[in-house]
Protein backbone atom coordinates (compact mmCIF):
# COMPACT_ATOMS: atom_id res chain seq x y z
CA UNK A 1 0.00 0.00 0.00
CA UNK A 2 0.73 3.71 -0.73
CA UNK A 3 -0.34 6.81 1.42
CA UNK A 4 0.10 10.13 -0.61
CA UNK A 5 -0.87 13.45 0.99
CA UNK A 6 -0.63 16.85 -0.84
CA UNK A 7 -0.38 19.93 0.58
CA UNK A 8 0.51 23.50 -0.75
CA UNK A 9 -2.91 24.34 -1.84
CA UNK A 10 -4.14 27.90 -1.63
CA UNK A 11 -5.38 30.97 -2.38
CA UNK A 12 -2.90 32.80 -4.98
CA UNK A 13 -3.64 36.47 -7.42
CA UNK A 14 -3.39 36.04 -10.74
CA UNK A 15 0.50 36.05 -12.28
CA UNK A 16 1.43 34.60 -8.64
CA UNK A 17 2.89 31.36 -7.83
CA UNK A 18 2.57 28.28 -5.71
CA UNK A 19 4.24 25.06 -4.23
CA UNK A 20 2.84 21.72 -4.05
CA UNK A 21 3.88 19.06 -1.90
CA UNK A 22 3.37 15.35 -2.20
CA UNK A 23 4.57 13.42 0.65
CA UNK A 24 4.54 9.29 -0.15
CA UNK A 25 4.66 6.75 2.22
CA UNK A 26 4.24 2.75 2.46
CA UNK A 27 5.71 0.85 0.03
CA UNK A 28 7.61 3.10 -2.70
CA UNK A 29 9.79 1.26 -4.13
CA UNK A 30 8.09 -0.75 -6.67
CA UNK A 31 6.00 3.07 -7.64
CA UNK A 32 7.46 3.52 -11.25
CA UNK A 33 5.58 6.76 -12.02
CA UNK A 34 4.15 10.01 -10.00
CA UNK A 35 1.56 12.43 -11.51
CA UNK A 36 -0.35 15.35 -10.80
CA UNK A 37 -3.81 15.90 -11.74
CA UNK A 38 -6.47 18.62 -11.15
CA UNK A 39 -9.98 18.78 -11.53
CA UNK A 40 -12.98 21.31 -11.50
CA UNK A 41 -16.18 20.27 -10.52
CA UNK A 42 -18.49 18.87 -13.55
CA UNK A 43 -15.44 17.99 -15.16
CA UNK A 44 -13.23 14.82 -15.65
CA UNK A 45 -9.36 14.81 -13.76
CA UNK A 46 -6.75 16.22 -16.37
CA UNK A 47 -3.46 15.29 -16.35
CA UNK A 48 -0.86 18.32 -15.42
CA UNK A 49 2.48 16.56 -15.16
CA UNK A 50 4.01 13.27 -14.66
CA UNK A 51 7.50 12.14 -13.18
CA UNK A 52 8.75 8.61 -14.44
CA UNK A 53 11.34 6.67 -12.11
CA UNK A 54 13.62 7.04 -15.19
CA UNK A 55 13.91 10.82 -15.25
CA UNK A 56 11.27 11.38 -17.90
CA UNK A 57 9.48 14.30 -17.30
CA UNK A 58 6.29 15.17 -19.20
CA UNK A 59 3.48 18.20 -19.46
CA UNK A 60 0.20 18.85 -20.31
CA UNK A 61 0.59 21.56 -23.28
CA UNK A 62 -1.84 23.99 -21.36
CA UNK A 63 0.92 24.06 -18.20
CA UNK A 64 3.71 23.18 -20.55
CA UNK A 65 6.44 26.39 -19.16
CA UNK A 66 4.99 27.28 -16.37
CA UNK A 67 4.35 24.33 -14.03
CA UNK A 68 7.96 22.10 -13.08
CA UNK A 69 7.48 18.88 -11.39
CA UNK A 70 9.92 17.46 -9.40
CA UNK A 71 10.72 14.85 -6.86
CA UNK A 72 13.40 14.65 -4.00
CA UNK A 73 13.95 11.24 -3.59
CA UNK A 74 15.37 11.17 -0.12
CA UNK A 75 11.69 12.46 1.34
CA UNK A 76 9.77 10.56 -0.73
CA UNK A 77 8.00 13.76 -2.11
CA UNK A 78 7.25 14.66 -5.14
CA UNK A 79 6.21 18.34 -5.78
CA UNK A 80 4.79 20.92 -8.48
CA UNK A 81 5.81 24.10 -8.77
CA UNK A 82 3.26 26.42 -10.25
CA UNK A 83 4.15 30.03 -11.61
CA UNK A 84 2.14 32.62 -14.18
CA UNK A 85 -1.05 31.23 -12.17
CA UNK A 86 -4.07 32.21 -13.99
CA UNK A 87 -7.51 31.66 -13.10
CA UNK A 88 -8.31 28.52 -15.39
CA UNK A 89 -5.38 27.01 -12.98
CA UNK A 90 -8.47 26.87 -10.05
CA UNK A 91 -8.95 22.67 -9.43
CA UNK A 92 -8.55 20.50 -6.78
CA UNK A 93 -5.18 19.12 -7.18
CA UNK A 94 -4.27 15.34 -6.86
CA UNK A 95 -0.96 13.58 -6.52
CA UNK A 96 -1.04 9.95 -8.21
CA UNK A 97 1.19 6.99 -8.30
CA UNK A 98 1.54 4.00 -10.22
CA UNK A 99 2.70 0.64 -9.85
CA UNK A 100 3.19 -1.82 -12.31
CA UNK A 101 3.40 -4.84 -10.36
CA UNK A 102 0.70 -6.20 -9.24
CA UNK A 103 -1.13 -3.44 -11.10
CA UNK A 104 -1.97 -0.71 -8.72
CA UNK A 105 -3.11 3.30 -8.56
CA UNK A 106 -2.70 5.46 -5.58
CA UNK A 107 -4.45 8.91 -5.26
CA UNK A 108 -4.00 11.28 -3.14
CA UNK A 109 -7.12 13.26 -0.66
CA UNK A 110 -6.52 16.51 -2.86
CA UNK A 111 -5.36 20.26 -2.46
CA UNK A 112 -7.65 23.01 -3.32
CA UNK A 113 -5.86 25.98 -5.78
CA UNK A 114 -8.33 28.93 -5.95
CA UNK A 115 -6.23 31.47 -8.92
CA UNK A 116 -8.37 35.11 -8.53
CA UNK A 117 -7.94 37.58 -11.68
Known amino acids: QVQLVESGGGLVQAGGSLRLSCAASGVVSDIRSMSWYRQTPGKQREFIAAFIVDGTLTYADSVKGRFTISRDSGKNTLYLHMNSLIPEDTAVYYC???????????WGQGTQVTVSS
Open 96 to 106: NAFRPRPRATY
